[in-house]
C-alpha cells in the first residue's frame, strides 16, 4: 500500500461525476491516478442532467440531505457531513463555474450549461495530472491474497494499483455507458448487489384518460398517491407539474412520486389529480354553480370550456357518467357534487413503472452493508472502494443524487489514498 516512498496508485473505474471527482481528488491528494471510462467523453450522463442545466447539488444541511435520500440515508451520515452541499458548491465555483440557487434550493450553474460542470470536473482531474484512459474494463484482477492488483479489458491487463474505485453508475439511461458493468465485477469479488428497480421515472396506466389526453402538461395541480393496499392511506401528496403520455403519467411531480411506490404492484396504487387545488371543495362547488347559471341552457358536453384544458374536456365528461347531451339546468345536486369530486379527485390506476432505461436514478445496487461507511471501502475486498449510484443509494429529486455521487467520491478518495491510515 501508499508509503512516502511511493505514490499510492489507483484505478478509478468509471468517469461519472463519481469517478470524476474521485480521481480529481486522490490525485490532489498525491495520488496517482488513472481513471478508465468507456467512452471517449467524460460524463455522458452529467452532461444530460437537469434538463441540460445540471442540478448539481441542493443547497440544504447534511440533516435534510439524508431525509431526501429514499434508501439507506443514515449510510452517508459520514460522508455528507466530511464533504456537504455547500463544499459541493466551493469546488464547482474554484473551478471556474459560478453558480446560483433556485426554488427548492436547487443548485445549476449561473450559465444553465450542464456542460460547464462536466468540463469543470474533467479540468479538476486533468490539472492534478489524473491519467484518462478510454477502455471497457470487464474484471478485476484479485491476487491470491484477495487483494486488487489492478483491472482488465478485452484489450489488456492495467496492473500495479494499491487500490480499486468502483464509480461505474447505475441502469438508467444505458446509452450515456452506464449498463451496470460494475454490478458484475462488484459481485466477481463476493458482493451481493440487492434487485435494481427504476426511480424517478413515468409510470404506466391503462385508464383512457391517459390515452385520450395524451400530450396534455398539467401545471398547478396536486397529485396524492394512494396506497391501496394500507387502507388508502396517501403516501405522498405534492403540488407541481405533470404530463399525461401515451403510456400514462410524468412530469417533475410524477417522477418524484413514483420514488414513493414500492413496492410497485400492478393495481395497487392509484395516483389521484387534483385539478384545482387553489379552491376547497365548497369553493369549487360554488364556482361550479355560478359556470352551470351562466350555460344552464348549453348541453354538458360545453359545461368545462373555463375550468378544464381542451384535450381533458371529453375524457372528464365521460369520467362523470353524465349524459354529454343532458342540459345543464338539469344537472342534480348529487352530479355537481360528483363533478366537484372527481375534479379535486381525478384517479389514475398506476399499473407499472417505465422500464429502468427510462429512469432517472437506479434504486438498488451494491448492498451498503459490505461497505464501510466512512471509507466507502468494501468489507469483501481491502483495497476495493465504491463511489456513486453503483451502490444501493438513491434520492429524490433535487441534486440529491449528484450530491450522492460527489460525497462518496469524495470519501473513497481520501481513504484509498490514504489507506494505511485506515488498516
Ligand atoms: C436524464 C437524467 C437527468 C438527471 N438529472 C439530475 C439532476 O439534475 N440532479 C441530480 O442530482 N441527479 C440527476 N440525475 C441522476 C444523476 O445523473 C446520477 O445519479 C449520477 O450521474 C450518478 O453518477 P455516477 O458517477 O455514480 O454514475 P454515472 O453518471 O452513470 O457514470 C458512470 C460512468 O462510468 C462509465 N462506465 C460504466 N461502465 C464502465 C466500464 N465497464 N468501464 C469504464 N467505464 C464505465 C460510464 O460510461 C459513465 O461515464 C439525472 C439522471 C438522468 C438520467
Known sequence: MGNNMNKTKIAVIGGGPAGMLAAGHAAELGAEVTLFERNTLLGRKL???????CNLTNDCTPDEFIKNVTANGKFLFSAINRFSSADTMALIESLGVPLKTERGKRVFPVSDKATDVVLALKHYCLKNGVRIVC?????????????????????KDYVGYDAVILCTGGLSYPITGSTGDGYRMAESVGHTVTPRIPSLVGLCSDDFVCRETMGLSLKNVAVSVIDTKKKNKVIYRDFGEMLFCHFGISGPLVLSASAHLRPMESGRYLVSIDLKPA??????????????????????????????????????IKLC???????????????????????????????????????????????????EPQTMRSKKCPNLYFAGEVMDLDAYTGGFNLQIAFCTAHAAAEAATNADAFE
Do not use: M, W
Open 47 to 53: 452532461g444530460i442532467t437537469g434538463k441540460g442545466r
Open 135 to 155: 477502455d471497457r474494463i470487464s474484471e478485476l484482477i484479485q491476487k491470491a491474497d484477495g487483494t486488487l492488483s489492478g483491472v482488465r479489458s478485452e484489450k
Open 321 to 371: 357518467a353524465i349524459p354529454t347531451d343532458k342540459k345543464i339546468h338539469s344537472i342534480t345536486a348529487e352530479e355537481r357534487h360528483r363533478i366537484c369530486e372527481l375534479l379535486k379527485n381525478l384517479p389514475v390506476t398506476i399499473t407499472g413503472f417505465r422500464p429502468i432505461g427510462e429512469a432517472i436514478v437506479t434504486s438498488g445496487g451494491v448492498s451498503v452493508k459490505e461497505i
Open 279 to 316: 379552491l376547497d371543495a365548497q369553493a369549487l362547488d360554488k364556482r361550479l354553480l355560478s359556470d352551470f347559471e351562466k350555460y344552464k341552457n348549453r348541453n354538458f358536453i360545453n359545461a368545462f370550456d373555463e375550468l378544464l384544458p381542451a384535450k381533458l374536456r371529453e375524457p372528464f
